[in-house]
């Protein structure tokens, strides 16, 4: 057998290995969102908590092959609904007996802190917003690896360790994470 078909075989039974694992990686995404939804559901805290729904709509995990992106994936795959509505900001009031995405009411009326929290009336966590963040951003490293990421602007300290969590769970499962964003 010439050299040229035997290269030409390997480069084939290369590339299904490849689209084999790419297909069963892409299976694993919705479980790390669910893992994700999990662990934020226990770090969740404070005055905030997750009344509006963009501290759980923050996350999103993306899958590369080759530095990039072939699958991302977010919480609607963890069958988490969108927020309820954009993230409170400076000056911004939650009321009394308004509607909480963790399926409460509120119980006081509070306003925002600006100096503990500064953001922008348009900062809302939807999925697509994930996606498209996700989307745009590659890595240099060969073969496959996962980035998992939260965009939450507060909660930094939970989202962090929700992340570490995550990479904690997929080393014991066998696996890694090959970079943590929070962005």
């Known amino acids: 057998m ?3 078909q035997i290269r030409k075989v390997f480069q084939n039974i290369s590339k299904r290995c ?3 694992a790419q297909v069963r990686l892409t299976g694993q995404m919705p479980a790390i969102m669910e893992m994700a939804r999990q662990y934020a559901l226990s770090y969740q805290h404070g005055a905030f ?4 729904g963009n501290w759980l709509n923050s996350f999103g995990v993306v899958l590369y092959r080759d530095g990039r992106p072939v699958a991302i994936s977010n919480m609607s795959a963890a069958g988490v609904d969108g927020p309820i ?3 409170l900001i400076e000056g911004d009031w939650f009321r009394r007996g308004e509607h909480r995405y963790d399926d409460t009411y509120q119980r006081v009326t509070f306003e925002v802190d600006g100096e503990k929290y500064k953001g922008t009336a348009e900062q809302v966590f939807y999925d ?3 996606m ?3 989307s745009r951003t590659w890595t240099k490293s060969k073969g496959f690896s996962f980035r998992v990421v939260s965009v939450a602007e507060y909660h930094r300290d939970a989202a962090s360790r929700v992340l570490l969590q995550i990479g904690n769970e997929m080393e014991v499962r066998g696996g890694n994470i090959w970079q943590f964003n929070l962005q």
């Open 49 to 52: 908590g997750n009344m509006t």
């Open 128 to 130: 697509e917003e994930v």
């Open 18 to 20: 490849y689209d084999t």
């Open 2 to 4: 010439p050299r040229d």
């Open 85 to 87: 509505r954009t993230t």
């Open 132 to 134: 498209e963040w996700l």
